[in-house]
């Protein structure tokens, strides 16, 4: 008599073969309905296509010539500087987290007119790029996920080319989405990113921005209402879970060993605001959103934050 995990196993193994010929006749019924062109060339997409190959979206052709050589731009006046770093004409006086008088040079409502809270910005390519363009829209708007593996070749690609321009000891902090836009798109392409990055380069993710205002998308608005719409839009969160955070300050006046007990599950990078940030968006037009993002986290007391981006508009 043969031994009962055997005959499971082999069970197991007669299911999975009979689920990958069901996930392959789906493959082709849906090859078939809806035929899958490389969003470069056009070129039709091979029966075998996989998930790693982009799901055929984009040919192996396309994706081996592809070569961003990145751009390098102050985030604020766009004029060319080394590494992307914000020009000296760009750079606020002194830091946002110090009082400012309504009035000053270049203040608005206490906003720096032409300053830049990121220290600097690295770009991929440029927006008007239309093979990377078709990409972002095709992720960003179109829920092509498949496309997954296609940014994490050209990101890690693009990082391990230019890894002198990064910053050391960072840690990485994608620009989140309000809840009800996630849950709208089911998945934030900004920690798709970071993903990437951390792939490539190893610097730790933290999610310890918060979105806690829903705004309207900035690409929709023209360029002067963008700064006030996406204004107060964030907020920095002592942990990764702004739930566990408000337990944790719930607790507080409780029972102190439990409090304890509920922070020390958190690694103390985490707790501690990072010095050095790499803030990750997929584009870059006005830079709004980025510098509130880059604000919000030097008043916590971020000293560098560094912009990365698929592309500049």
């Known amino acids: 008599m043969r031994p009962l995990n055997n005959v499971w196993n082999a069970g197991g193994v007669i299911y999975l ?81 110090v009082p400012r008088q309504v009035g000053e040079q270049g203040e608005i409502e206490g906003v720096y007119l032409n300053k830049s809270y990121l220290n600097g910005l690295v770009a991929m390519g440029k927006y008007s790029d239309k093979f990377l363009q078709k990409l972002i829209k095709s992720l960003k708007f179109q829920y092509i996920t498949d496309l997954e593996s296609v940014f994490d070749k050209l990101v890690k690609r693009f990082c391990l080319k230019y890894s002198a321009v990064f910053p050391q000891n960072a840690i990485i902090v994608p620009v989140p989405l309000h809840p009800l836009r996630l849950r709208e798109r089911g998945f934030n392409q900004a920690e798709y990113i970071a993903k990437f990055i951390n792939g490539a380069l190893g610097y730790e993710i933290s999610n310890v921005l918060q979105r806690i205002r829903y705004t309207y998308r900035q690409s929709e608005l023209p360029k002067e209402m963008r700064e006030k719409n996406i204004r107060g839009a964030f907020k920095y969160c002592h942990s990764e879970s702004p739930d566990q955070d408000r337990e944790a300050k719930n607790l507080a006046g409780a029972e102190r060993p439990l409090a304890e007990i509920l922070h020390s599950v958190q690694d103390d990078n985490f707790r501690r605001v990072p010095e050095i940030i790499i803030l990750v968006d997929d584009v870059y037009t006005s830079g709004g959103t980025m510098q509130e993002c880059a604000k919000t986290l030097k008043e916590a007391g971020a000293k560098e934050v560094w912009g990365f981006v698929l592309a500049r508009g």
């Open 17 to 97: 073969s009979m689920f990958k010929k069901i996930l392959g006749l789906k493959e082709k019924i849906l090859d078939i309905l809806f035929p899958v062109h490389c969003l470069n060339c056009g070129k039709a997409a091979l029966p075998h296509r996989s998930l790693s190959e982009g799901g055929g979206w984009v040919c192996g052709d396309c994706l081996g010539f592809v070569n961003f050589e990145g751009v390098f731009l102050c985030p604020r006046c766009g004029d060319h500087t080394y590494i992307g770093r914000a020009c000296k004409r760009c750079v606020p006086p002194h830091s946002p987290s």
